[in-house]
């Protein structure tokens, strides 16, 4: 069973910097699988990216991921107050998985 | 507009069934490009894919829960349903429902879900 693991747990930061979080996958996985999620409290996961790279629909173009076999990224390039939230990485080999979880809050 | 939306008891007593519905407004329920899965959210912790159903009736379940867990569809009134039985405390969260989808590359990712349901196992 394939593990993601996202670091940082928390990452704290100011608006307008750049925020940039990890999800390492405990062995290869193919990146067409990989997705990001965004939650709020109180509201529903919201899908960012899948295949590893490509915005949703609707969805600002400072947030962007890349990364491929072990190791992918989601970058927001430039924070607004809005984004301070938890976000999930998620996989999918026979079943989907998700990763733990990184809280983005404001420093 | 794509929207689901769960239903169902708040509050479960422990070893009976939790029983909740997911009603999808929007688009057909019977397409081979969708997968419809449940997902939850013990409080203050991440997210845990229960299992998923596919319009053939195919199902998918996590390994640890799949002798407490069924999902079924009700075409007729566009709904899927989830049933747990044998609930403890360990059961209390948030359920989810959402649609997986399964076609083209990429692939895989839930890309609506509903706004959650918290049911809470206690005597």
């Known amino acids: 069973e394939i593990v993601l693991t996202q670091s940082p747990g928390t990452l704290s930061l100011s608006p307008g910097e750049r925020a940039t979080l990890s999800c390492r996958a405990s062995?290869?996985?193919?990146?067409?699988?990989l997705a990001w999620y965004q939650q709020k409290p109180g509201q529903a996961p919201r899908l960012l990216i899948y295949?590893?790279?490509y915005r949703a629909t609707g969805i600002p173009d400072r947030f962007s991921g890349s990364g491929s076999g072990t190791d992918f990224t989601f970058t927001i390039s430039r924070l607004e107050p809005e984004d301070f939230a938890v976000y999930y990485c998620?996989?999918?080999?026979?079943?989907?998985?998700f990763g733990q979880g990184t809280k983005l809050e404001i420093k | 507009q794509m929207r689901l939306l769960e239903s169902g008891p708040g509050l479960v007593k422990p070893s009976e069934t939790l029983s909740l519905t997911c009603t999808v407004s929007?688009?057909?329920?019977?397409?081979?490009?969708?997968?419809w899965g449940w997902i939850r959210q013990p409080p203050g912790k991440g997210l845990e894919w229960i299992g998923t159903?596919?319009?053939?009736?195919?199902?998918n379940y996590k390994s640890s829960l799949k002798s407490r867990v069924t999902i079924s569809f009700d075409t007729s009134k566009n709904q899927f349903s989830l049933k747990v039985s044998s609930v403890t405390a360990a059961d209390t969260a948030v359920y989810y429902c959402?649609?997986?989808?399964?076609?083209?590359?990429?692939?895989?990712?839930?890309?609506?879900w509903g706004q959650g349901a918290l049911v809470t196992v206690s005597s």
């Open positions: 959402a649609r997986l989808v399964v076609t083209g590359l990429p692939t895989n990712y839930f890309d609506f």
């Open positions: 929007g688009d057909f329920i019977s397409s081979d490009s969708y997968y």
């Open positions: 159903i596919s319009y053939s009736g195919y199902t």
């Open positions: 062995q290869s996985v193919s990146s067409s699988y």
């Open positions: 295949g590893a790279s």
């Open positions: 998620q996989h999918f080999v026979t079943s989907p998985t």
